[in-house]
């Protein structure tokens, strides 16, 4: 089996440059290859799934993408450039943002509290509370989410809305690459349907979406490529386009 | 085309009600308290009586203030009685060899500082937790404060200055309680209006969330305990001052008194929800009730029997009736 069939037999690339590429990333916990060697393009505008079982590596391979695990070895380039993380905070300021499973919010603080949280705007020692709630209704309204009410704490929302609010801060920070943990795994359908087509609309501004998810249907609604992860290494790349449900689910469960 | 669905919009009256449930339960129940003094004593609601109460409550404000943004951590300070206690003495040692009031404060000041650095390095930085290692604390300080004094008072003598601190009055109204009540403010504008405040709240409320954002998770957690320090030692200046002497057995029992106020004020232990407000009100109230029982001559061993029901009632009640599950106009 030659080099690059290892790794998946990548698609040929389109004329854009990808906006991250990862070449050859291994990452070893211990005595565990939590990913053996993976490459990965993500380009703008597009939504690439990445999906595989439990423990195939697709959380490891994203939280790489977002600076949280550094690889034990692979280049990592952005926009053409090579850069190598050193924490959350380099991908961020790469651009790079991530919506985590957990979500990642402050029950306790308001919804445009939880939207500038580790961002706060400042007016001399103080929070400038007028200019981040503005700012807020501007954001939430540019992704068309519709919160009842900016300053209520975000323990007394609903999950959809909680999740609405993850995604809207990811996003509203001009990210190039977004990446999303399971966005829709505890949700209702009507949330479901909100997030998916939220991802549309961050799609079409040329952000570069990673989409991690179980929920096959929710793939072949709103990806363009899908990347599938097996035991650490990624096994294959398919256009959405042309490919089946059928197809996919023998290449998660290894049963080609 | 997917939408989330939106309930009816409350009205702002009880979106209001609903935000601050919390505080104004407290607030209910401070008025209650002296409602009840006032009715069955006749000295309760007189200037001069009033006037001591928050003379002699001033440490507990103050350091109530500093152990809100502790506990919104989801932290404790345990040794906050024995920290006094240590300043107190340290302070009068100091005194009796012959530096000045002033000196003497700064250096104390920056030697609760210290002590509360050190408390939050061991817990935030070494991970042990807050409990235990305040405990320790506890132990170790008042141990410290008993063996530099022998068990001694040392009395403070001619700091006309320093008595003025914790004697004294301005405008009528005595000097520790002005002081108080500009720490409680500067509390209350940090807790809510400076990005510092946020940090804190956003580290009680979800840590690991605060650190993926990229805020510096550990020196938060360790700078309350500082800030914790800190009021410790203005409280050990004042009580020193107040008193004219130092003695490792200054505030015993401080502790419980704090946490109560703290506590009572509608602040969780588990960290995130908070107000400066409420710790105001719910010290306010703790020290009216040992101040209106001694008036009342209830027997002074009843009144630790009875401060202590009365705080579990005020807490339960405010967990019971206005916790994270209650919502006014929700029928249920």
């Given at each position: ?84 993380f050193t924490g959350p905070n380099d991908a961020r300021s790469r651009n790079i943002e991530m919506v985590f499973q957990d979500l990642a919010l402050c029950d306790h603080i308001d919804v445009v509290g939880n939207l500038f949280l580790g961002r706060e705007l400042n007016k001399g020692p103080f929070l400038d509370q007028k200019a981040m709630l503005a700012r807020a209704q501007e954001m939430l309204e540019a992704l068309e989410i519709r919160i009842p009410r900016l300053t209520a704490r975000v323990e007394k929302l609903s999950g959809g809305q909680r999740q609405a609010i993850a995604i809207a801060r990811a ?86 | ?118 408390q939050g390095w061991f817990i935030s930085f070494q991970g042990i937790a807050a409990f235990i290692v305040t405990l320790a604390g506890m132990s170790i300080l008042r141990g410290i404060a008993l063996y530099i004094t022998e068990g001694y008072s040392i009395p403070i003598k001619d700091q006309a200055g320093f008595f003025w601190l914790g004697r004294g009055t301005l405008a009528g109204i005595p000097v520790p309680a002005i002081l108080a009540v500009l720490v409680a403010i500067i509390g209350f504008i940090i807790m809510r209006n400076t990005r510092y405040g946020r940090q804190v709240v956003a580290v009680g ?128």
């Amino acid at each position: 089996m030659s080099e690059t069939a290892q790794r998946g037999g990548a698609i040929p690339p389109n004329s854009a440059t990808p906006l991250v590429s990862l070449r050859d990333i291994r990452l070893t916990f211990g005595s565990h290859q939590a990913l053996r060697g993976v490459d990965l393009d993500v380009m703008p505008g597009e939504c690439l799934a990445l999906l595989g079982d439990n423990a195939a590596g697709k959380s490891t391979l994203s939280k790489v993408i977002s600076g949280t695990y550094i690889p034990d070895s692979g280049t990592i380039t952005v926009q053409g450039e090579e850069v190598r993380f050193t924490g959350p905070n380099d991908a961020r300021s790469r651009n790079i943002e991530m919506v985590f499973q957990d979500l990642a919010l402050c029950d306790h603080i308001d919804v445009v509290g939880n939207l500038f949280l580790g961002r706060e705007l400042n007016k001399g020692p103080f929070l400038d509370q007028k200019a981040m709630l503005a700012r807020a209704q501007e954001m939430l309204e540019a992704l068309e989410i519709r919160i009842p009410r900016l300053t209520a704490r975000v323990e007394k929302l609903s999950g959809g809305q909680r999740q609405a609010i993850a995604i809207a801060r990811a996003a509203s920070f001009q990210p190039k690459v977004l990446i999303m943990d399971e966005p829709t795994s505890a949700l209702a359908v009507a949330e479901v349907e909100a997030v998916l087509s939220l991802i549309n609309r961050v799609k079409a501004k040329g952000v570069g979406v990673v989409l991690i998810t179980h929920r096959l249907q929710d793939v072949f609604r709103v990806c363009d490529r899908a990347a599938i992860m097996y035991e650490g290494t990624k096994v294959a790349e398919r256009m959405i386009a042309d490919t089946n449900l059928e197809e996919i689910v023998n290449l998660i469960t290894g049963g080609h | 085309m997917a939408n989330y669905t939106e309930r009816a919009k409350q009205s702002h009256a009880v979106e209001w009600l609903n935000d601050n449930a919390q505080v104004l339960s407290i607030a209910l129940f401070f008025i209650a308290c002296m409602g009840f003094f006032w009715a069955l004593t006749d000295t309760f609601m007189t200037t001069g009586n009033l006037l001591n109460v928050v003379r002699q409550g001033a440490p507990v404000l103050i350091v109530a203030v500093a152990m809100t943004f502790v506990i919104m951590t989801a932290g404790i300070d345990l040794a906050v009685g024995s920290i006094v206690a240590l300043i107190n003495a340290l302070a009068a040692i100091l005194m009796a060899n012959g530096f000045d009031w002033v000196t003497t404060s700064v250096m104390m000041l920056a030697a609760g500082a210290v002590v509360g650095l050190a408390q939050g390095w061991f817990i935030s930085f070494q991970g042990i937790a807050a409990f235990i290692v305040t405990l320790a604390g506890m132990s170790i300080l008042r141990g410290i404060a008993l063996y530099i004094t022998e068990g001694y008072s040392i009395p403070i003598k001619d700091q006309a200055g320093f008595f003025w601190l914790g004697r004294g009055t301005l405008a009528g109204i005595p000097v520790p309680a002005i002081l108080a009540v500009l720490v409680a403010i500067i509390g209350f504008i940090i807790m809510r209006n400076t990005r510092y405040g946020r940090q804190v709240v956003a580290v009680g409320s979800n840590l690991e969330a605060a650190r993926r954002v990229g805020m510096p998770a550990r020196w938060i957690v360790c700078s309350v305990y500082m800030m914790s320090g800190i009021a410790c030692a203005i409280a050990g200046l004042l009580i020193a001052a107040r008193l004219g002497s130092g003695s490792s057995n200054a505030a015993v029992g401080f502790e419980m008194q704090v946490i109560a106020a703290v506590v009572l004020g509608g602040t969780s232990l588990m960290g995130g929800r908070g107000s400066i407000l409420g710790t105001a009100l719910g010290a306010l109230t703790i020290l009216i009730i040992g101040n209106g029982l001694i008036l009342m001559h209830v027997s002074p061993f009843l009144t630790q029997i009875v401060t202590g029901v009365i705080i579990l009632l005020a807490v339960w009640m405010n967990t019971r009736l206005f916790g994270a599950g209650f919502k006014l106009g929700k029928k249920g």
